[in-house]
């Protein structure tokens, strides 16, 4: 079974993996975007930070849900193609979206109405960078997102484990993150290409998570009637803070 290193990542289609995933906003995002929206208005955090999103693909919700607590957003993606995508999306998103914004702005709107032009905000704030999950600079960043990208990017556990290792290493200590994975994911076609899992849960990622973080909450949104796709078990959202807490 091929590793991370052996994916088709030069054949990645955006286009297709944008139309399938985003072009709607579905039930599951909205609620994932909302519980990381309560959590983020919560933040403990002195000011404005530097944020990353790791693994951004064609998926910018993150990152607006970083915009009020950050002046600078690093979104790193391996791939060339969405690079390119990010590159010129960001400059001004498309209106597909708007709603995702308008979740923000419902849900919490003490910490985003502040934010008159997110589309101008977002195009000053980031920076897209070529970069890999396991090549990521250590304690640099005061908030992080990574949405499907740890589990979905190799069959190896050992390498999931590295990834996700490698993202909480990113942040400085105390710095809240909301990483978000496919549970039980069976692997995922995106255009022509068939692309590798790891199979993931709940149990799992909480004892992973607890030496290195604190805070933690992980909770699930089961697939119901209309999932996204076959061979997934639901969706899963952890958020907390990097590091152990301080003792009392």
Not at 43 to 49: K, P, S, V
Not at 64 to 89: F, G, H, Y
Not at 185 to 195: L, M, N, P, R, T
């Given at each position: 079974m091929?590793?991370?290193?052996?994916q088709?990542w030069?054949?990645w289609?955006?286009?297709?993996y944008?139309?399938?995933?985003?072009e709607?906003l579905?039930?599951d995002?909205?609620q994932?975007m909302?519980?990381?929206?309560?959590?983020?208005?919560?933040?403990?955090m002195?000011?404005?930070g530097?944020g990353?999103d790791?693994?951004t693909?064609?998926n910018i919700?993150?990152s607006l849900?970083?915009?009020?607590l950050?002046?600078?957003?690093?979104?790193v993606?391996?791939?060339v193609?969405?690079v390119?995508w990010?590159?010129?999306e960001v400059?001004?998103?498309?209106?597909?979206?708007d709603?995702?914004?308008?979740?923000?702005?419902?849900?919490n709107p003490?910490?985003?109405?502040?934010?008159?032009?997110p589309?101008?905000r977002?195009?000053?704030?980031?920076d897209?960078?070529?970069?890999n999950?396991?090549?990521?600079?250590r304690?640099?960043y005061?908030?992080?997102t990574m949405?499907?990208?740890?589990?979905s990017?190799?069959?190896?556990r050992?390498?999931?484990?590295r990834?996700?290792?490698r993202?909480?290493?990113s942040?400085r200590?105390?710095?809240p993150?909301?990483?978000?994975?496919?549970?039980n994911?069976?692997?995922y076609e995106v255009?022509d290409?068939?692309?590798?899992?790891?199979?993931?849960?709940?149990?799992?990622?909480t004892?992973?998570?607890e030496?290195?973080?604190?805070?933690i909450?992980?909770?699930?949104?089961?697939t119901g009637?209309?999932?996204?796709?076959n061979?997934?078990?639901?969706l899963i959202?952890?958020?907390?803070?990097?590091?152990?807490?301080?003792?009392k």
């Amino acid at each position: 079974m091929r590793g991370n290193q052996s994916q088709p990542w030069n054949e990645w289609d955006s286009a297709w993996y944008l139309a399938h995933n985003y072009e709607e906003l579905r039930y599951d995002d909205r609620q994932l975007m909302e519980w990381m929206a309560d959590f983020f208005a919560g933040a403990r955090m002195r000011g404005r930070g530097h944020g990353i999103d790791v693994g951004t693909g064609t998926n910018i919700y993150p990152s607006l849900a970083m915009l009020p607590l950050c002046d600078k957003i690093t979104m790193v993606e391996r791939t060339v193609a969405n690079v390119n995508w990010l590159q010129s999306e960001v400059q001004d998103y498309a209106e597909t979206w708007d709603p995702f914004w308008g979740t923000f702005l419902d849900r919490n709107p003490s910490l985003y109405k502040e934010i008159t032009n997110p589309r101008e905000r977002l195009e000053s704030v980031v920076d897209v960078e070529r970069g890999n999950i396991f090549e990521l600079r250590r304690d640099t960043y005061d908030i992080g997102t990574m949405f499907f990208v740890a589990e979905s990017i190799t069959p190896y556990r050992v390498e999931f484990e590295r990834g996700l290792r490698r993202f909480l290493a990113s942040l400085r200590r105390y710095a809240p993150f909301a990483a978000a994975f496919m549970k039980n994911s069976d692997g995922y076609e995106v255009g022509d290409h068939k692309y590798a899992a790891v199979r993931v849960n709940e149990e799992q990622i909480t004892k992973f998570l607890e030496p290195l973080a604190h805070g933690i909450k992980v909770r699930t949104i089961p697939t119901g009637s209309n999932p996204l796709r076959n061979g997934y078990d639901g969706l899963i959202l952890a958020t907390g803070y990097a590091g152990r807490a301080r003792r009392k």
